[in-house]
């Protein structure tokens, strides 16, 4: 059976890295993994998708994830959450950052930041989390490590061994980055515990 | 070949860009070269890292091209990037190295945008493989992006021919499970001894190589009967489908039970295999992105492929819209949220284009663009940019605009430092021939920004880490025969502005090279500016030069107030600058200390 990751949110949040770890896991696991973004323009400050799908038993097919059909989000930005909550399954689980990323088109007159975006997130049925990842990051001071935070919280709801999770973060991240980042994936899992 | 049991300690996660260059390194390859573009720029990058083979980013795809057939025809294995549109720009070698074939084996990989996700355009350079008379490879996965090009390199040198490798966005920048192997080291091909007959292209000896590519063409075909590039892969035969490359993968994620013919080479075509898969399956659908390249040549076999519609040809698929073009039920969109405000993409906090679109909006400037980050100067609110063609056409459009407008006509073209390397100097050398008047501006960034930042002839670094000689713009344009040549600092927004007044203003034509590094390239300037919220007469400038840094807040007042995120400035200043009642506080001045 497949399992199907949306992570979205804003060029320069370390989105990549973190669909890069996550995938090195499932290798490491010795399960099947496709995982697809664009790079580019797109990535200029505008919203980034990165989708991860994986199978522990069977082949995967398409490196995006059907229309609809993501299992869990992992939102780094409330707003880019909402704006992908239709890709997500009806009881899909989504794990949202709180800390909001104000687009520059609210300086637009026709625009503005919608103040009711994690009650929109619930209101649309999926069972929501919200991690304040950017404010554990910086507590552990290195505000880079915003997404190992959710990294460590999406670990509680998959079954990939701890072991392969710690070599994959191994194997992406700088060595001198480790550290702080297994403390924040840490921080992540308790969050969840405490959920 | 994508699905079967894999051995675990030789398995890498790749994407299909670092793929690619595997898979060429495996085959030996000497010779690498290209030009950066969106999906393909990781190529090169990740062919470097493997070693043992020479890399250059070439000034452009055509320099690219034609460095390699050299390297081929002096006998080693060639590797040439680009994305779609860069086989534009190299199609005029790529059609005559189709007659003189090769020595070492040479593959050309053409990276296509469906949906243009970071492009002009959207073309299907499938059509190329079939114009041109070159075979064409479209690889599925990662798996198959290393496969497919180590299989192109055998195919270039048993055919005597370039061989296309097409991946898609969704290939390049898609990560897959690949099993790999080791390098083979594959000799110097032949003799570096003239063969004129074969690489001189006259009239008298093209038409002899015509014919041997007709022969080619029809052996080439037989091959395509009988390759395991292409397989069929029977299930429910009451559902036929045709496809290739990542559209067979969304149709086997949507149809899993339907049976399958598999094209890995999609050109030439199997045309007994067709009829034959066909004959077995009741509908039967072609699923391709683009153009119906291969349903009309199918159709042109006198096979029944079901018609889909052509709405479908617009943009990439995806599992959904494959459902809904062969189901005919409606196709899948998500449930938008209207209200949502759009995130584009956007130049970067302390960019320095920006002090450029500012003077130019300003100006009032009618201005002539091309591609690269800077395109994103046409957004609001900076709105200064009114072109984008193709690399190099700015320069050329404002020559064109100021012939038939006149010297007072405000016309600025724009293009950046790399690109003018690629195609901005001919264009250059145009208007200093024919008596022109323009202003062209070289947005100097020191750096291929969009695609990630690699170097190029400006820069004087090379992409194997040897220094290479460094292209002086200002003597450049001065051994052109442009006389009035400046340097400016972007982050300097008056003399910028007077700047361009000035070479607006002169019946000659000039050059204004804008030069400050891209702010991505090095660490912040300095802190952020304070803002001084008595002096403040929220009046927007600040807002209105559309740094990401800046956001106008509602605190009630009677306007918002501009706010700094101070983890996404860099300190340039530029708001700082256009603060008609120095509100925003420089940190020197804030501390009492020091000049601005």
Redesign the interface.
Known sequence: MVTNVLLTG??GQGIITAS?VL??AC?IA?W????????????????VNSYVRFSADG?V????I???AADIMLAFEP??G??????CTPDARVLVEERRI???????PE????DNVLE?LQASGRRVTVIPAMATAVDLGE?RAANTVMLGALATLLELPESAWDEALRAVLRPKAVEVNLQAFERGHEMMAEA | M??TARD?SR???LSGNEAIARGAWEAGVRFGSGYPG??S?EILPALKELGHAYVEWSVNEKVALEAAAGASIAGARCLVTMKHVGLNVAADPLFTLSYTGVAGGLVIISADDPSM??SQNEQDNRNYARAAKVPMLEPA?SQEARDLTMRAFALSEQFDVPVIVRPV???C?????VEVGERVEVELRAELQPNTRKYVMIPAWARERRVAMAERTAELVALAEATDLNREEMGDRSLGIIASG?AW??A???F?EASFLKLGLVWPLPPERIRRFAAQVERLFVVEELDPFLTEQILAMGVAVEAVDERFGLGEL???RVRAMISGEPA?R????E??????????AGCPHRGVFDALRTIKAYVTGDIG?Y??GTL??LQALHTCLCMGAGVSQAHGMQKVRGHEAPVVAVIGDSTFTHSGITALVNIAYNAGVSTVVILDNRTTA???GQVHPGVGETLSGMPGRELDFEALARAIGIDDVCVVDPYDMAATEQALRAAMASPEPSVVIARRECALMVPAHGPAPALEEDLCIRCGKC??I???A???FDDGGRRPIPRIDE?LCTGCTMCAQVCPVSALKLPTEAEGGGDA
């Open positions: 804003v060029g890069t995938s090195q290798r010795g099947e993994v496709k995982k697809s973004e664009v790079h580019g323009m797109s990535q200029r400050g505008g919203s082949p097919a398409s490196p995006l059907p229309e609809g707003l880019e909402l704006r992908q909550i239709g890709e104000v687009p520059v088109t609210v300086n637009l625009f503005s930041y919608p929109r505000s | 994508a699905d675990l398995t890498l996660l969106t999906p720029s996700h970071s996965d966005t969704r290939i920048h898609s990560d897959g499970l990542v993968q969304y086997r994620e949507a899993p995806t599992p959904g899948p998500a449930a938008a949220d209200d949502l405000p759009p995130r584009p993409p956007t130049l970067c980050c395109t994103l609001p609110p969009m695609t990630g807002i209105r559309g740094c990401p800046l956001s106008a983890a």
